[in-house]
């Protein structure tokens, strides 16, 4: 089950339970997506769908410098990507560019030198209300419309505490009348 913000709120800040602060990028509306590698999630994205929160999160990741270029493409040492260049730079060459070693991807926006090192365990997914429950996988911060929980300080419709449970029972037993 996907979470979606209401349009009048506005995502600020999001951090993990081990204080760990999250990159937080809103596109002002639609789902929230968690984008991580094998040490976990490192942003939380409110995106219209799977293509816009990654096309986000390779925008917003540092891009590798220019002296690891020839990694990027696969090649041995910096000599022979040189070397590859320049025949490329011939007017009368008709060879293919190579193409980006696996765990690099190009930016839409083309920082820097455009290319992002994801590595090989990149992921991204639907951020889930499991993903919130209690407040202990990630805490996020969003202002606008919500009910904070007088019990433990979380969003109400997040909380899991005694005074949370209670009202999310009141709501879903409302939910079922109506």
């Known amino acids: 089950m996907s979470i979606t913000l209401k349009s009048s709120t506005t995502l600020r800040s999001a951090r993990t339970r081990t204080g760990y602060d999250l990159k937080v990028y809103d596109d ?3 789902t929230l997506w968690l ?3 094998e040490y976990g999630p490192t942003m939380l994205i409110r995106a219209e769908g799977v293509e816009s929160a990654h096309s986000i999160a390779i ?3 540092k ?5 690891e270029m020839w990694e990027a493409y696969g090649f041995d040492n910096e000599a022979a990507y040189q070397e590859r260049v320049t025949q490329l730079a011939n007017p009368y060459n008709d060879g293919e560019y190579p193409d980006l070693s696996e765990g690099y991807q190009y930016q839409s926006n083309s920082s820097g030198t455009g290319i992002v090192n994801v590595g090989y365990y990149e992921w991204y997914r639907e951020a889930e209300a499991s993903d919130f429950q209690g407040c202990e996988r990630l805490r ?3 202002v606008g419309d919500y009910q904070i929980c007088p019990e433990c ?4 419709y997040l909380c899991s505490c005694e005074y949370g449970k209670s009202r999310a029972a009141l709501r879903a037993a409302v939910q079922k009348i109506n």
Do not use: E, P, Q
């Open 63 to 67: 891009t590798i410098n220019a002296d």
């Open 59 to 61: 925008d917003a990741s």
């Open 28 to 30: 002002c509306w639609g």
């Open 140 to 142: 996020i911060t969003v």
């Open 153 to 156: 300080g979380c969003d109400m």
């Open 35 to 37: 984008y991580g590698h």
